[in-house]
């Protein structure tokens, strides 16, 4: 039986529309609303197989409920309704995370196939999951110094860390079939949430530091199960909120979410703070990535005399170049002999795709795993998930010079 809740603003369209389904045998409404806020508490409270929404309704719209019954219910699927089925709204409901979209009016006939449709297609990704994610084995003892943090950084911003860091997470997903946390470090200016369409007002750290003691339980409420699989811990949704985020509890979100991912992926700003260290120590690799251009290699290198300082095992670097293919007059060749030690990828400069991506929300390693710019994402997850974890005995306790911390 498929459980659905049916959400419009009139009341006599709730009752047509429960009527058109009332000689499905498989179809069971549930529940009606008739508002977006009320669809968001009777969502939560009857976890329907499939939501039929209208996308306007007065007050909480259909594109914000969507949004967020999305995010928090991702299990129960929204098939939006409108009018006038604009390539606008479409893109808006899309955007908010509806699997559908029927155009009023519509036929019984087209009403039950659009359900039955959307419920079989939820029921098959939800297969898919679970064949990619490994249920945690239950009170076994895991091998946590197997997991691996993973730091994504560059002396400078607008290198691609973020771009990189996001479709990184999900190729090491692809490729290795595990448990992958992405973790959105860039406290005041995060932007993975728009690259994976989630709204950090509906769910970020921030609830966490909120919630009080930084405990697994409370760390573990506030990551989002993304619809591609992985699991999402977006920055504060505002500037102002990073100051609650203290380097040590983002440290301590970093450690706890090791403890049940294979890897976390970290996208860290393009500064040696307090933060960004205290993950570089916690972190079994740190992609530094470099563009082909005079002033970044020269950060980087001042970058692996820091590491140097900070002893941290030349192993545990991985110098990565974006944009490759774009240099003026500056070739790998160079930049190995500059910093002296050789390049560990490269990944080629796509604009036209990596923009798109971005105003779809949907990352291009899912959208077109076949490009370029996918296949030197998912040859640079190999590279780092092939290596085990390397330097679990490196990290000294006693920094010196420069960086030393307490
Ligand atoms: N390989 C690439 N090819 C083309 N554009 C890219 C590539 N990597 C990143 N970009 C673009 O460069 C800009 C900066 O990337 P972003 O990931 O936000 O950098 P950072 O997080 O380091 O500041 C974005 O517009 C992004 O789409
Ligand atoms: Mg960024």
Redesign the pocket.
């Known amino acids: 039986m498929i459980k659905v809740l049916i959400v419009d603003d009139i009341p006599e369209t709730r009752d047509h529309l429960t009527k058109l389904l009332a000689t499905e045998q498989e179809i069971d409404v549930v529940a009606t609303a008739g508002s977006g806020e009320e669809a968001i508490r009777l969502a939560m409270e009857v976890r329907p197989d499939v939501i039929v929404m209208d996308i306007n309704m007065p007050g909480m719209d259909g594109v914000a409920a969507a949004e967020f019954i999305s995010q928090r219910l991702p299990t129960s699927p929204i098939i939006m309704m409108s009018v006038h089925g604009e390539a606008e709204q479409l893109r808006r409901a899309i955007a908010a995370g509806a699997r559908e979209f029927l155009v009023k009016p519509f036929s019984a006939d087209e009403f039950s196939t659009t359900i039955h449709s959307v419920f079989g297609k939820e029921l098959a990704r939800r297969e898919q999951l679970q064949v990619v994610i490994p249920p945690t084995p239950g009170g076994q003892s895991e091998n946590i110094e197997d997991h691996q943090v993973i730091a994504m950084f ?1 002396p ?10 996001t479709n990184l997470a999900l190729a090491i997903q692809r490729e290795t079939k595990s448990r992958v946390c992405l973790i959105d470090a ?1 406290l005041q200016f995060g ?1 993975i949430g728009v690259l994976l369409n989630l709204n950090p007002k509906n769910r970020s750290m921030l609830d966490a530091v909120e919630g009080g003691e930084p405990d697994a339980d409370i760390i573990n409420s506030v990551v989002i199960d993304h619809s591609t699989g992985i699991r999402v811990l977006l920055a504060p949704p505002a500037p102002e909120g990073a100051d609650l985020v203290t380097p040590a509890y983002l440290r301590k979100m970093v450690d706890q979410l090791r403890v049940n991912h294979d890897y976390v992926i970290v ?1 860290l700003p ?1 500064a040696l703070t307090d933060h960004s260290l205290g993950v570089m120590d916690a972190a079994d690799q740190i992609v530094v ?1 470099s563009a082909l251009e005079i002033t970044t290699i020269k950060n980087v290198r001042l970058f692996l005399e820091v590491a140097d300082q900070l002893e941290y095992d030349r192993s545990k670097i991985r110098l990565v170049i ?2 490759s293919d774009t240099a003026q007059g500056i070739r790998i060749g160079d930049v190995e002999a500059s910093i002296r030690r050789s390049i560990d990828g490269t ?5 036209r ?3 798109l ?2 105003n779809r929300g949907v990352p291009f390693v899912v959208s077109h795993p076949d490009s370029a ?1 996918s296949r030197d994402i998912a040859k640079l997850a190999r590279t780092l998930a092939g290596e085990p974890a390397a330097n679990k005995s490196t990290e000294k306790s006693a920094k010196r010079g420069l960086f030393a911390r307490r």
């Open positions: 560059s400078k911003g607008g290198a691609g860390r973020t771009t990189i860091a860039n932007d996208d393009a990535l974006n944009r990944i080629v400069s796509d604009g795709l990596a923009v991506a971005v710019l």
